[in-house]
């Protein structure tokens, strides 16, 4: 692997240099920029890259509104709301209300056939809680009483997980799938993560990184002993 290698290759390459990066790239640490960032910096649109929270490949939300589906089929959009105020998810409210397509006396199937909305609707839902303040479709689904077993069963299990950091990557292999490691080690740089610069440093031919980053002009690189700094 070199600085021209594809980053999309990085999945059939090197696999472990993903889960390496992903390591220090998905906590959420004080003071330290995180795949979010970097996300940005690479100029994923917002309202995508904040999907990859969801941090897996199914879609338990949209399991919860299909149960609500069968067995309360008479619940109505205001009731659904109701829970959600009580639950402090305003956020999901709003998302709800944007659709033309439901009124407070429209049952849960008539949001559901609101595709774009259900779909801003399971992603808000589906966001894993940075604290346990926040309330998910798990206990949207406790509200109607629905027992603990089924709502287990809708979680993803352990093997379907994916981290942000490589949900991130796998985005990229399809949407800049020109995009190089050079391109990717100059959006890493950017928001002040050399740690993971470190990882990725142990894949690539001696030098690599510090010969690429020679011509940035940032304040950190003009400081002594830094990757980028001309000797």
């Given amino acids: 692997m070199n600085d021209e290698t594809l980053v999309c290759s990085l999945f059939e390459s090197d696999p472990d240099v993903i889960g390496d990066m992903a390591f220090l790239l998905d906590r959420q640490k004080l003071g330290l920029k995180n795949w979010s960032h970097l996300a940005a910096k690479l100029n994923i649109p917002r309202k995508v890259f ?3 929270e969801t941090c897996n490949t199914s879609n338990p939300a949209e399991g919860l509104f299909e149960i609500l589906k069968v067995h309360f089929p008479k ?26 397509k439901v009124k407070d006396g429209s049952l849960i199937k008539d949001l559901m056939g609101d595709l774009n909305v259900m779909d801003d609707v ?24 629905i027992e603990k077993e089924i709502l287990d069963d809708l979680s993803p299990i352990q093997e379907e997980l994916e981290c942000p950091t490589e949900v991130l990557i796998r985005y990229l292999g399809g949407w800049k799938p020109f995009l190089t490691i050079a391109d990717f080690i100059w959006a890493v740089h950017m ?15 001696d030098g690599c990184i510090p010969d690429l980053l020679r011509s940035c002009h940032c304040k950190r690189c003009q400081e002594p002993c830094h990757p980028g700094t001309t000797q």
Avoid at 75 to 100: G, P, Q, Y
Avoid at 192 to 205: F, Q, S
């Fill in 191 to 205: 928001i002040n993560r050399d740690d993971a610069l470190t990882v990725l440093d142990v894949y690539l031919p």
């Fill in 122 to 145: 399971c992603d808000l839902l589906n966001q894993k809680p940075r604290t346990n303040k926040v309330h998910g479709w798990k206990h949207l689904g406790d509200r109607f009483g």
């Fill in 50 to 52: 904040k999907t990859f």
């Fill in 75 to 100: 619940t109505t959009i205001r009731c659904l709301i109701n829970h959600l105020e009580d639950m402090h998810r305003l956020d999901v409210v709003n998302a709800i209300k944007k659709s033309t």
